[in-house]
Nanobody, 123 residues
Framework: QVQLVESGGGLVQAGGSLRVSCAAS????????MGWFRQAPGKERDVVAA???????YYADSVKGRFTISRDNAKNTVYLQMNTLKPEDTAVYYC?????????????????WGQGTQVTVSS
């Protein structure tokens, strides 16, 4: 079983930057696709970015060009660098792990979830 713990959330002004991290336990971390989802009040939890075990990346259109996902398998950690933040980026950000990169956009395909970390962007 894999446990995921997010950190790095907080309050930032519009136009600023923030990096959230996800530390994973488990011996098979490097074999998983890792992703970040976000959920704002009254809205669906949707994928923001994902990275496969081989380094293939996916980004939602709303964050493409502003966010960068990366992973460090030696540290069992995945990162999301968020630049040029907008108020509409405000949400709880969740780390996720799945064995299937091709289905990472689907919540039902996620095998493990983190507890979430709040990111608030002020205007």
């Amino acid at each position: 079983q894999v446990q995921l713990v997010e950190s790095g959330g907080g309050l930032v002004q519009a136009g600023g930057s923030l990096r959230v991290s996800c530390a994973a336990s488990g011996r098979t971390f490097s074999s998983y696709t890792m992703g970040w989802f976000r959920q704002a009040p009254g809205k669906e939890r949707d994928v923001v970015a994902a990275i496969s075990s081989g380094g293939r990346k996916y980004y939602a259109d709303s964050v493409k060009g502003r966010f960068t996902i990366s992973r460090d398998n030696a540290k069992n950690t995945v990162y999301l660098q968020m630049n040029t933040l907008k108020p509409e980026d405000t949400a709880v950000y969740y780390c996720a792990a799945t064995a299937s990169f091709s289905r990472v956009t689907m919540r039902e395909a996620i095998d493990y979830w983190g507890q979430g970390t709040q990111v608030t962007v002020s205007s």
